[in-house]
């Protein structure tokens, strides 16, 4: 979790000042973004062990498809969701990266990275958060947030966060810790809640207030000069407005007690609904515009009283053993229910004409794949993209693209596949990072087509 170099209360109390031209203008973004543009946020989650492809895959076309019975209970936002059918985990081959780890502790990290693991197991590369965090993190108060769900001790195959080569960032596991840091200094006192609203009251709006002077600006200086300086009011009225819809409606989730000995069968759901209160009200508050949330770690524990690991192994051991694929799809429902948690939080929270989700780029992903007959696979691998439909990848879509079949002598072929940096390039640049490639085992450049 990092911080950015101003408080937030000297943050709020510039907001509520006189001043508020001068002291906005260092936290404006870097390149002037047009009024109204709403901040653009990116959330990786992760979950363990793969998916069972059968039931999780959505079927039909691209805008008339259905979700996977895995998936059922995304249904209410499947509007905003997007998925993109055809992927290879490019460079997690055993050819091709047979350094140390197994396939789980290279996939952990090179789902974000695109990169190998170092001697040491840690990964090589720099994750797309990280990097989008570059592009925008001097936006909010905190460049990014990394939390975690039992993500375990650290190691290779246990963190999927990295701030450059050799660099794994390390997830809070406990949701009392990030409330404390996020939310310790954050106040509801109505006292300064009406300082704050007299001050918006006496001035309506900063730049309203002051137009005169700027029209007699403008008519002093050049044509660049004066595009630049209506480009950095349009950002401060947008500033000020989010402010004003912040201090209205931004509130702290609700403390929590400790639990003692967690465990995923018995307290996976409500560690995952106090980490994602954090993230949302984090996001709709405006404190940070970068996050991620590890769910486990690359062996996995016991889901539902069933050793994941061992399902996973038993799909292509036992691959008519049909209560194991019932089983597989009873984990898969289990994780598919708490994104639409997380979906659902995002949604509730206002913003423009829209909601935090609109302006919030969740990108899902695991560690392997899995489907009858094979296990542990970097083929046809899982992303869904949720959210984010103002500024990043038009949504509602079953995005398939020609792909070998299971039966195929070409199924190995990673050629015959759309290799995964394909999907981080067209993330980056949805932040505006201009990448052509992205990690150290990238093959290809540009973006993944049609997306």
């Given at each position: 979790m990092k911080i950015a170099n101003f408080h937030r209360r000297t943050f709020l109390g510039t907001i509520a000042g006189v001043g508020i031209t001068a002291g906005l203008l260092p936290f404006l973004p870097r390149g002037a973004r047009a009024a109204g543009d709403g901040p653009r946020r990116i959330l990786l989650v992760y979950s363990p062990l793969g998916?069972?492809?059968?039931?999780?895959?959505?079927?039909g076309s691209e805008f008339e498809w259905e979700l996977g019975s895995s998936l059922a209970g995304l249904a209410p936002y499947k509007e905003h969701l997007l998925f993109p059918d055809g992927l290879v985990k490019q460079g997690m081959q055993w050819d091709a990266n047979g350094g140390p780890g197994n396939e789980h502790g290279k996939g952990i990290s090179m789902v974000w990275t695109g990169s190998r693991n170092q001697e040491s197991e840690w990964n090589n590369g720099t994750s797309i958060d990280q990097t989008v965090?570059?592009?925008?993190?001097?936006?909010?108060?905190?460049?990014?947030?990394?939390?975690?769900?039992?993500?375990?001790?650290?190691?290779?195959?246990?963190?999927?966060?990295?701030a450059g080569p050799g660099q794994p960032l390390e997830p809070e596991q406990d949701p009392r810790a990030a409330f404390d840091r996020l939310f310790g200094d954050f106040t509801d006192d109505p006292v300064e809640q009406a300082k704050l609203?007299?001050?918006?009251?006496r001035r309506l709006s900063v730049i309203d207030m002051v137009k005169s002077d700027l029209d007699r600006v403008m008519l002093k200086i050049g044509a660049s000069q004066r595009a630049a300086l209506e480009s950095h009011l349009a950002a401060i009225r947008g500033i000020e407005k989010r402010v004003d819809a912040v201090m209205g409606g931004c509130s702290a989730p609700t403390s929590f007690e400790a639990i003692e000995g967690p465990n995923w069968s018995e307290h996976g759901q409500l560690l995952f609904e106090r980490q994602a209160d954090l993230i949302s009200a984090a996001f709709a508050c405006d404190l940070t515009r970068v996050a991620s949330l590890q769910l486990g770690h690359s062996n996995g524990d016991d889901v539902l009283g069933f050793n994941h690991h061992a399902l996973t192994h038993a799909c292509a051991d036992t691959p008519d053993d049909t209560s194991v694929h019932d089983k597989l799809r009873q984990i898969d429902t289990w994780f598919g229910d708490r994104m639409a948690y997380l979906l659902g939080r995002l949604a509730a929270a206002p913003e423009g004409e829209g909601s935090?989700?609109?302006?919030?780029?969740?990108?899902?992903s695991t560690d392997t794949q899995n489907r009858i007959g094979s296990t542990h696979e970097?083929?046809?691998?899982?992303?869904?993209?949720?959210?984010?439909?103002?500024?990043?990848?038009?949504?509602?879509?079953?995005?398939?693209?020609?792909?070998p079949t299971p039966d195929s002598p070409d199924?190995?072929?990673?050629?015959?596949?759309?290799?995964?940096?394909?999907?981080?390039?067209?993330?980056?640049?949805?932040f505006g990072v201009e990448a052509e490639t992205y990690g150290d085992m990238d093959t290809g450049a540009g973006p993944l087509v049609d997306l």
């Open positions: 998916n069972f492809a059968e039931s999780w895959w959505p079927t965090a570059a592009a925008i993190g001097d936006q909010s108060l905190y460049r990014s947030i990394e939390l975690g769900v039992l993500a375990g001790d650290a190691w290779g195959g246990g963190r999927m966060i990295y609203a007299q001050a918006r009251a935090v989700l609109d302006n919030t780029l969740v990108v899902w970097h083929l046809r691998f899982p992303y869904l993209l949720m959210g984010g439909r103002n500024f990043a990848f038009p949504t509602g879509r079953y995005v398939r693209w020609q792909q199924w190995n072929d990673v050629a015959k596949w759309q290799h995964h940096q394909r999907l981080l390039v067209s993330i980056s640049r949805a």
